[in-house]
């Protein structure tokens, strides 16, 4: 028996793995780091072999491709086999209607009561949206896992248009747990269906407020559009514990929503997919205790995770270096540009140095902000340098331009410079409907402007619109507006008018004014040429800020 | 405990259901058939499962796909999971080293020997050449099932240069069975390596001859060209019982082959994968029970079979109903072809009433000679008419024209004309050489000649030719020398010529005699507009006669 935190390991603490967004056989075909997902699941497997955990709990996108390789298929068979498998008893019950919990199976029942299956390490998981189910069947990869008794796939649901999620009722000891899973979901849809309160957690019926209720979901969790993710607020807040998959950082400490009263962890992926910050933060799996309404989570640092450093320049900043207008700049610039990535490689020899899991070559992203007349230069020929030394020699450099002045735009988007130009509180006394009658007076017609006061599926005027146009309209919209407190009347009047476009709806949530007032951030969807706008009022809920916002979604 | 044939299940008695080329997922997604590979692969397992069999057996070809759907895969998985893991014990033991016989897996050792999984029914397969492995990590699609633990996959070999096989040695009583198995291998080469001496099989050192030698191969049996097939000669003689995957046609009646003194079954596919004579065979699995070195094998008829009606008719053997020049001839052959379709459909609905298993709509195939001056007519507004009714509406009618005479290419082929109306010594006194050296002389150079004397990949000619023009040429050249023994010396010259080609190869094989001496007969390939010609010498195998013989190979 061991000790960990401020809890003990006893017949009453249930000891769970927490993982998700394993992508196994991504990048598979890659020379260097085609094994790093089967390496590292490995790992993730070993330690809950090796801490003895009661279960395994996957967030999602255990595969990569929705119909992965059989190379993929077969690592994952043989580590789960191989750590799943044993003769270490299972001291855990399962409560609940297993015919209900896994009625999408052939053999609807938990791996570890089939007779015919020794099982050591039940793993349970809801599918992500790389490895959701398709088809005419509705099979997905972790049907085939499930199939061969070594996955208890649960959150599925066989209706698109309400969910209904019966938990997963789990006893261990004196500890209850209620299992709630939702498969990944089209974002929108589900945000849908919970505003239109066709979302539905069921409770157990006996000893309502006696058991931990533990819920996985993949979505989006940072808002990608209005209504392209799932807010916290929609969760009910019977919940106690949130495992959030999908978003790939890790941000695995528990994190308390003061309004829900439930906390949050979002364990974050196991392997990097994309040179950004988010994937360069320190990445950890999670062991859960819970005993009791207790709990605790213990990070555990994954070792087997290639490093990943990431560094951003701005060359304007340097003009003691190098200026645009010298003859030979391109050459300091690369210079300089490989001194950072030198910098980089041996701060990550360094701290390999103490991990002989860590894969050699790390992968190494330098992010030059070119602006101010600076020009790129050739980054393959920069790149063969570090051929040897990278994971990812290709693409080492991303040039990026910020803080352009877009001067050749400026007439194009004059419509918005124009409501700039009034004063903020002009604006805030606009009807919705008065913008777009002006905005349609002066637009030419490439744009999209949604208006929505809750979500974007109704009443909406659509006008094309390109995004450069729209940018710093929004920023200076959000600057004169940001944490003036002064100004929280008009923005009432505001929402008050806002309210007044949603009476029509018929069966109005008593909630309804919480699910529309959950923090408002702008999220700007990356490489998309045509996006839309969202012209909302919003409250920011745990502080005392209002605000009037333009959101802007893809 | 039961009895079957003259055989008690005692003790001592091996069970072992042996099926082949099940080839899951073929059409699946036809909306009529395609679940009939699923539901034939049920009732085979649920065979096994009845009859209490030791372990099953499988030829190869599980799968139709090398990279089977998701359906499909969990289609098998579920069935796998279904039959072969229960309560009831296995009780033959696994002699041999499983980590030589399985060294290929992840799990070195058969699945009925891990305590991991109670396996009641272990089924043992080779690779067949649709489910072979395939890719950097030489994985195939019953890999997959091996990892779960649902299946023995053996007969692998690391080498393409040679095969090394290792049996899987079984013991149950008193009675020890050596299993050999070669997964699919192109035929082509492992002729070659037969030939060259480059295939091996292991005896057990103790007691060598107190087993009873099975061996599953997964080859072409029936001759697809000189070298693109495997001649049953060439497999060891102290082999018991062969079990001949590949061809679908069901011979599954053990035949013995008098020279190498062991016996063949051919069970054939399970499933109809063209609406050939040889798929209208009655499908069945077998049985076989070997106690000691006796074996008896009990056909099982298949239930879930659909079926499969086959008819050919000659349009111009029937004048009293129509001729070519009559005006409505056409719609007098219709009615004749709907009547005969019309016929097979009572024929199947007749046999279906005693069967609730067979699946409700027959395959129905009237192949059509329309020679001698008929035309064809619209198969699709002739298939309408059974829409319904048959499994095939598609495909029902094959036209096909046989006998016809080919004067307007008369010219073209004179060449083989003249060589025809020599006689039939001189010809056989002619040197391949001279042969070519004539041909080229008259030929056009739109034709392949070869001349082999062994194998195809030596000492040849080619020069382009269509098929039309070599048949009647081979068949008039063949039925010339057809058992007449009188010609024995000539014949016997030829050879003695043949092997004067043959004798720069290095390393001649003791039995290359024999090898080279199979029975001979002609094999066209259909479909194929292009072929070769092997001119050869041959001996005939367990008989007096000998001829010379022109091959038709593709």
Redesign the interface.
């Known amino acids: 028996m061991t000790s960990a935190g401020n809890t003990i390991d006893d017949e009453d603490t249930f000891k769970i793995l927490i993982a998700t967004d394993i992508h196994l056989g991504y990048l598979e075909k890659d020379a260097i780091r085609g094994n790093d997902t089967f390496v590292t699941f490995d790992e993730i497997m070993k330690q809950a072999m090796q801490n003895e955990v009661d279960f395994v709990l996957l967030g999602g996108d255990l595969f990569h491709d929705n ?1 992965p390789s ?2 993929t ?2 690592c994952c ?2 580590v789960m ?1 191989k750590y799943c ?3 270490r008893p299972i001291i855990f019950e399962i409560l609940s209607d297993q015919a209900v919990n896994f009625s999408h199976s ?2 609807p029942w938990v791996n570890y009561l089939d ?5 050591s390490i039940p793993v349970f998981s809801v599918h992500g949206n790389h490895d959701d189910p398709t ?1 005419t ?1 509705g ?3 972790i ?2 896992l499930s ?4 996955i208890n796939h649960f959150g599925r649901s066989r209706s698109v248009e309400k969910l209904e999620i019966s938990p997963v009722l789990l006893q261990k000891g004196n500890t209850r747990i209620a299992l709630y899973g939702i498969g990944s979901v089209p974002d929108e849809r589900l945000y849908r269906m919970f505003i239109n309160n066709q979302v539905t957690m069921l409770r157990p019926r006996e000893d309502e407020d006696g058991w931990f209720n533990l819920f996985v979901i993949h979505q989006n969790r940072s808002k990608h559009g209005a209504t392209n993710y799932i807010p916290e607020q929609f969760l009910d807040d019977f919940l106690d514990l949130v495992v959030w998959g999908h978003e790939h950082e890790c941000k695995i400490a528990p994190v308390r929503n003061e309004q829900q009263l439930f906390y949050v962890t979002q364990p974050g992926s196991s392997v990097i997919t994309s040179l950004s910050p988010g994937e360069a933060v320190k990445k950890h799996i999670g062991l859960l205790r819970v005993k009791g309404k207790k709990m605790n989570l213990q990070k555990i640092p994954l070792q087997t995770i290639r490093q990943f450093f990431i560094q951003d320049v701005t060359l304007s900043e340097h003009p003691d270096l190098f200026r645009p207008e010298q003859p030979n700049v391109m050459l300091k610039v690369m210079a300089f540009c490989q001194e950072k990535v030198e910098e980089m490689l041996e701060e990550a020899e360094r701290q390999r140095l103490g991990n002989p899991l860590t894969p050699e070559k790390p992968l190494i992203r330098l992010r030059v902000d070119y602006s101010g007349g600076f020009e790129v230069f050739n980054t393959m020929r920069f790149s063969q340098k570090f051929v040897d030394q990278v994971a990812n020699p290709k693409d080492i450099l991303h040039f990026i331009r910020h803080r352009e002045s877009k001067d050749n735009i400026k007439e194009e988007c004059m419509d918005f410079e124009a409501l700039l130009s009034r004063p903020t509180s002009e604006v805030l006394q606009l009807r919705v409907e008065d913008l777009v009658k002006e905005y349609f007076q002066t637009a030419e017609k490439v744009c999209i402007l949604y208006m929505c006061v809750e979500d974007a599926d109704q009443s909406l005027v659509n006008i094309p619109l390109k995004r450069d146009r729209y940018q710093r309209f929004i920023q200076q919209f959000r600057d004169s507006k940001r944490n003036t407190a002064e100004e929280d009347e008009e923005v009432q009047e505001a929402i008050i008018r806002a309210k007044a476009h949603r009476d029509h709806r018929d069966s109005v949530r008593d909630d309804d004014l919480n699910l529309s007032d959950e923090p408002a951030d702008i999220a700007v969807e990356s490489d998309e040429e045509s996006v839309c706008l969202c012209l909302c009022s919003v409250h920011l809920q745990n502080t005392n800020l209002k605000e009037v916002c333009i959101y802007v979604c893809k």
């Open positions: 119909k059989r190379k298929m077969h068979i043989e086999r498998m044993g003769d052939k053999f007779t015919n299956l020794n099982i088809g069947d099979l997905c990869a049907d085939l199939c061969a008794g070594l």
